[in-house]
C-alpha cells in the first residue's frame, strides 16, 4: 500500500475524518465519451474578440484551445449563438464583417448584429478539426425573416463546409413572450415557425448537416417550459434534419435566490439540479435524438463575482462535467461573452478572458483549469460513471477499452483561503480499491490556496501563462507511484481534486 505525502495537520485532522473507499468495477463497457465533450458557446456578437481575424489572430485564445485539444487530441467545439443569434441580419453586400448599433455597448445583447460573408473569416483562426455551430435568426417576425434566415444559412454552409455540426434554427424562444411574440405563442406555434425556416435551410451539399433545435432557457420542470416530447409530437422531426436538441442550464438562474459559493461547491445540488435535464436526454436517446447541453454555465446574467469566477467553480465545472459525461448528455457548452461598455470586458462566468481589460492582458479563470481536469482525465474518449454521490467528495471512474483508466475524486469541501481561522486545512482519506494486475496510479492534483481562490490555481504542476495562454511548469508534475495489496490511499485537501492514472 502506498499512502501519499500529507502535510502533519491533516494527518492530525483526519483522526476525526472517516474515509470513503472506493472500489470501483475492474470493466465496463458504455457509451464512449467524445473527446470534445467539454466544448465552447460564444455570443453572436462579440466572436471578433475571440478570434481576433486572420492577419492578427488571437493567439491567446488559439492556445489555450490547443492546451485541451493536447490532452485529447481533438479541440473543443464552438457554437456561435446565444441571444444575439436571434438578433442577426445577414447582407451579402457588406464589406466590413459586422457592424453593431453604436449604442450597444453597454446593453446586455445588441438588438442589431448585421454581417456579411467577411464574418465567417473569424472562423478561419480556430484549428482546422474545430467543428461549429452557428445559430441562425428565428425571432425576427419582420416581412423579410425567413429570406434572412435562409440567406444566413447558405452563407453559413458555404463559407464553412464541413467544418459545420450543426446550424441551430433559434435561440431560447421559450423566452420569446412578451417582447418577440404575443402572448398567446405556443409550442405548436414554435414548430410551426421552425419548420418554415428549416425548409429554407439548404443543406445539399452537406447531406448529413443536422439542424438542432430547442437551445430553451427554461428548465423541463418549469411550466412555462417547452418540452421535448410535446415539441416531437407537434411534427419537429418531420424536417428529419431535426437531430440535435439542445438545452441551456444556469446553475443559479433564480434571481430571487441568493447564490452562495457553498451551495455550486456541492454535489448532491447539482445532481438535483440536473436531473430533469438527464431523464430528458435519456428521452432524446431512445428517439434517436442527441441531446446537448447547448449553452451552461454557473449564474445567469452573466455570472457571480466571487463564486463563478473563484476555484469552486472549478471543482463545480469537473464534478458537473464528469456527471454528466456519465449520462446521455453528449456535450456541454460552456457560454463565453464580453462586454464593451467602456473597456472590454469578461463577465465572472466565462472561462477566460479573451482581450486585455485596461492593462491587463488575457487570463484564464478558475473555471478553465476544472475543464482542462476533466479533459485530462477524459484523453480521447472514455466512459465514465460516477461511484460517489457524497455531497462534498463526489467521485468517478473512467474506462478505456473497457478497463478502469482513471478515477477522478472531487473534494468540494469548502476551505476559505481567506478566512483567518488557524484550523489549517482539512483533507478527505480516500482508499481506492484497484483491480488485479494494477501495478501503479499517477495522481494529478488540481489545487489553489481555496475554494474562493482567483489566483494560484494549479493542475499536475502546471499554470497557464497569461497574455500567452500557454501551460507553465510552477511545480512537480505527478510520478507513478508502485501500489501493492492493490489499494491506493490518498488524502485530497479540502477544496482540490484529483485525477489518477492507472497503470497495469
Ligand atoms: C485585423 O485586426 C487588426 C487588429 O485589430 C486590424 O488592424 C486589421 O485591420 C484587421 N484586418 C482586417 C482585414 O480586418
Ligand atoms: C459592462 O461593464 C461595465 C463596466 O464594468 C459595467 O458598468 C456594466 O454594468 C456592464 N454591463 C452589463 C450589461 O453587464
Ligand atoms: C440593422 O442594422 C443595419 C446596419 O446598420 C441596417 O441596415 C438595418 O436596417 C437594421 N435592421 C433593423 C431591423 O433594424
Ligand atoms: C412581431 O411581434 C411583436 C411582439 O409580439 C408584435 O408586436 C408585432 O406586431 C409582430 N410583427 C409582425 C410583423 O408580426
Ligand atoms: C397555439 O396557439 C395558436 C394561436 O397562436 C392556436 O391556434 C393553437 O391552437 C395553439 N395550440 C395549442 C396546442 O395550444
Ligand atoms: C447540499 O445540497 C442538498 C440538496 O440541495 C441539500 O439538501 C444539502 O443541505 C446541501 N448541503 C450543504 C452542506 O449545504
Ligand atoms: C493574470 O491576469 C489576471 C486577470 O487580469 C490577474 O488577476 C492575475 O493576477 C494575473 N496573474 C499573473 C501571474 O500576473
Ligand atoms: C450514480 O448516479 C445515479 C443517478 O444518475 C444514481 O442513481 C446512483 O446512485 C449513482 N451511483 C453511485 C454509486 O453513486
Ligand atoms: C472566507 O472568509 C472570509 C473571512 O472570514 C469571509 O469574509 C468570506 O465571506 C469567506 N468566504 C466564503 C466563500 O465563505
Ligand atoms: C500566489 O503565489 C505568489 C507567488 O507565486 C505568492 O506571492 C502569493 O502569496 C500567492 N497567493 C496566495 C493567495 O497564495
Known sequence: MVIAPISLISAILLVHAHALTL???????????????????????????YTGNTSHPNTFIQQILRNLKDVTGTSPAIRVGGTSADTTFFSASLDVPIILPPDSFGVFQPDNVTYGPAYFDYFRTFADDTTLTIGINLADNSSTHITNAGDEASAAISALGKSLAAIEIGNEPDLYIPTLRPSTYNQSDYVDEWLTISQHVHTDSLPDLPLQFGALARPPTDALGFQLETLLDFGITSDPRARVFSQHHYFFDNPGA??????????????????????????????????????????????????????????????????????????????QHTNHTDVVKAYPYTAFQPVPIGGAGPSVRPMYYGILAFDAALGKGKSVINLSDDAHLPAYALYEGGRLDTVVVVNMNLHNATSTSLDGRSSQTVILALPNGAHSVTPRFLTAPGGDAQDNITFDGYAVRNTTGRLESVGEPAKPLHVSGGKYELAPKDSGAVVISISY
Open 258 to 335: 441568493e447564490p452562495q459559493l457553498a451551495t455550486l461547491m456541492n454535489h448532491t445540488h447539482t445532481a438535483n439540479q440536473i436531473a430533469p435535464f438527464l431523464l430528458t436526454a435519456a428521452d432524446a436517446r431512445t428517439q434517436g435524438i442527441k441531446y446537448i447541453i447547448g449553452e451552461t454555465s454557473s449564474a445567469s446574467g452573466g455570472g457571480r463575482a466571487g463564486i463563478s469566477d473563484v476555484f469552486g467553480a472549478a471543482l463545480w465545472v469537473l464534478d458537473y462535467l464528469l456527471y454528466a459525461a456519465s449520462s446521455d448528455v453528449r456535450q456541454m457548452f460552456f457560454h
Open 23 to 49: 472500489s470501483p468495477r475492474p470493466e465496463y463497457t458504455g457509451d464512449t465519451v467524445a473527446p470534445d465533450f467539454a466544448s465552447f458557446s460564444i455570443e453572436f456578437w462579440c466572436l471578433p474578440d
